[in-house]
């Protein structure tokens, strides 16, 4: 069912997925699937409803143990690793939900996240405001994510699209080698929309993106890379302009409408 629109095989995946198979009883929700994501890439998983993109991302991420299988991290296999570890390892994710300490702060969480990550969490309180490399390092993911006129607002208080982009900041935070941005833009208001699309445009290209998004213009304008995913299999991968072009593409979404020649889900 798989097919590569080009190639990149000669290169070295940072995260990749070889026949990954997941059953629930007598449904195969994931079917052999082969993924690969290269450093640097800013890589896009589309499919209708239905297709097995969640349990996909899930299985990546180690929320669900693969019923068959193999992924690996760096060339290290993370198939059966805890999700904290995963996160260790630097592959993070964001939600389709946001996962906030909603009583704190954006600026106290992500101080702890910081202080988390350079292995002083058990002591964050009393160090806050007096370790400098770690302020520095809040400060500056505070401007980079439009947060500081609003470091200091309980996070249940900030705007959607605020809320959003600290959670993207809390992953960054994470330091990943591989970050999974599970649709960013849903329930984002028009109005913080651009904020949020330009934002998520200027991170850092040694990070490796996996973007799972319904947008069909965010894809288009952020992937350099696209694989559809349709009753849990890979249908194709290659460029989008490629993708754009593939018959059994335009099939599968056959009555979904059509943005810049690829349909909506």
Request: glycine share 8%; hydrophobic share 40%.
């Amino acid at each position: 069912m798989s097919e590569h629109i080009n190639d990149r095989a000669s290169s070295q995946a940072v995260l990749s997925a070889r026949a990954l198979c997941k059953n629930f009883g007598g449904i195969m929700a994931t079917q052999s699937v082969d993924l690969d994501i290269f450093s640097g890439d800013r890589h896009a998983l589309i499919g209708p409803n239905g297709a097995g993109k969640t349990t996909l991302i899930n299985l990546l991420t180690g929320v669900l143990t693969p019923s068959s299988g193999k992924i690996e991290l760096l060339g290290q296999d993370i198939s059966n690793l805890a999700p904290h570890l995963r996160v260790q390892r630097g592959l993070v994710r964001t939600f389709q939900i946001n996962q906030l300490f909603l009583s704190m702060t954006p600026f106290e969480t992500l101080t702890f996240v910081v202080t988390n990550r350079q292995g002083l969490s058990s002591q964050w309180w009393s160090r806050l405001g007096q370790n400098k490399a770690v302020l520095e390092r809040v400060q500056q993911l505070l401007e980079q994510f439009h947060l500081a006129d609003v470091s200091h607002q309980a996070s249940r208080h900030l705007s959607y699209g605020k809320q959003r982009l600290l959670e993207i900041a809390i992953a960054l935070a994470c330091e990943p080698k591989v970050l999974l941005l599970d649709e960013p833009v849903a329930g984002v208001p028009a109005g913080e929309r651009d904020e949020l699309l330009a934002t998520v445009d200027q991170l850092p290209s040694d990070v490796s993106i996996l973007l799972i998004e319904h947008d069909m213009d965010l894809v288009f304008s952020f992937a350099k890379q696209m694989t559809v995913l349709v009753n849990g299999g890979v249908l194709c991968t290659g460029e989008p302009h490629l993708i754009a072009k593939d018959e059994r593409v335009k099939e599968v979404y056959l009555g979904h409408g059509a943005v810049r020649g690829v349909p909506h889900e």
